[in-house]
């Protein structure tokens, strides 16, 4: 069993839609999570950033994390084209960036 | 929010060529920089942890003499892939952390360098 699994996709909504993307894990220790976005052929930039249990609401996005499922989820509101890309979780028993561990992505198509 | 630049975005070289690849942090000391591989529809691979003025940490499987990674100082370090071969080519991605910048352990990514060895 990977530490961390995602859903690869890809996954196709319409504009407007609400995404659901999430991630699951095995490493109990893990105590921060977070999201990057990952456009085409550039570097993931940092969406959410959350510390152990609960939800985090930024604009059209929040992130839940239930520890005791193992389970983090990454919610998109109104959904837009713009929103098309790569969403990579990640996350670490430490605040320590050498320890972090990405899933693998979920392709994310928003369609005008 | 601190900004990591990374060069050249794209590079193509022979096999047996090196290729340096750098990664600077534009608005922040780095004392921490971090060199990931990524290969299509895959996730982020750490190859290496590097801090500024001392040897760079390999992970497992990561040949130290195929990748050389330097952080000479708090703003810049460079990864080079010596005698590419075509099994190389892949998509290199920095990151970097610094003390007062972020959130504690935040990562702030570079572009990434697209290697092809032909």
């Known amino acids: 069993q990977k530490e961390v699994e995602q859903d690869p996709g890809p996954l196709s909504v319409p504009e407007g839609a609400i995404v659901s993307l999430n991630c699951t894990y095995s490493?109990?220790?893990?105590?921060?999570f977070m999201w990057y976005r990952q456009y085409s052929r550039k570097g993931p930039e940092l969406l959410m950033y959350t510390y152990s249990s609960g939800n985090k609401e930024d604009g059209r996005f929040t992130a839940q994390v239930d520890k005791s499922s193992k389970y983090i989820s990454l919610f998109i509101r109104d959904s837009q084209p713009s929103d098309s890309a790569t969403y990579l979780c990640a996350m670490s028993a430490s605040n320590y960036g050498q320890n972090f561990v990405f899933g693998p992505g979920t392709r994310l198509s928003v369609l005008p | 929010g601190a900004v990591v630049s990374q060069h050249p975005s794209w590079v193509i070289c022979k096999s047996g060529t090196s290729v340096k690849i750098e990664c600077r942090s534009l608005?922040?000391?780095?004392?921490?920089m971090f060199w990931y591989r990524q290969f299509p529809k895959q996730s982020l691979m750490l190859m290496a942890t590097?801090?500024?003025?001392?040897?760079?940490?390999?992970e497992q499987g990561v040949e130290k003499d195929k990748f050389l990674i330097n952080h000479a100082s708090l703003t810049l370090s460079t990864l080079t892939v010596t005698s590419a071969h075509p099994e190389d080519s892949s998509f290199y991605i920095c990151s970097a952390s610094g003390i007062s910048v972020g959130r504690i352990g935040e990562l702030f990514f570079g572009e990434g360098s697209r290697l092809t060895v032909l």
């Open positions: 590097s801090n500024e003025g001392s040897k760079a940490t390999y």
């Open positions: 608005d922040f000391q780095a004392t921490t």
């Open positions: 490493n109990s220790a893990f105590q921060y």
